[in-house]
């Protein structure tokens, strides 16, 4: 006879203080650090493998938004793409985006201003602004 899974409550959520993971069903667990920090994960399989995807923590992700977030991440799954590799790739292409839009000349001009106290001779940071901007 299967058991079944006794779901999380904001209220139990709120309650619960000891270290571990607590299920609410379909994979989603709230986890709780021994330092008490709580956040919510989903755990799924994938080509055989154990995955557990981060969904945010407690205090910014309430019960009803883990729950929204895992069923979009199972809709996902269901149509064949692996929620955290999808994720890794917004993130990089969002990386890829930003560094393209600093150009070089943006980011010698950053990194001089942000060193230039730290050269004692005066003369020195003209080389360096010299050779950047000839190179």
């Not at 270290?19 to 755990?43: A, F």
Request: hydrophobic share 35%.
């Amino acid at each position: 006879m299967a058991r079944e899974i006794e779901l999380l409550t904001v209220r139990k959520v709120q309650q619960l203080s000891q270290p571990g993971r607590y299920r609410d069903g379909d994979g989603l667990y709230l986890q709780i650090t021994r330092t008490g920090v709580k956040s919510w994960l989903l755990r799924y399989e994938r080509a055989g493998r154990e995955r557990w995807m981060g969904l945010g923590p407690e205090r910014m992700v309430t019960l009803e938004e883990a729950r929204g977030a895992a069923r979009e991440a199972w809709k996902a799954l269901n149509g064949g793409t692996d929620p955290i590799d999808a994720r890794r790739a917004e993130r990089a292409e969002a990386h890829a985006k930003n560094a393209k839009a600093t150009t070089f000349a943006e980011c010698v001009e950053r990194y001089l201003t942000s060193h230039e106290s730290k050269w004692r001779n005066p003369k020195h940071c003209a080389q360096v602004r010299s050779s950047l901007a000839r190179y």
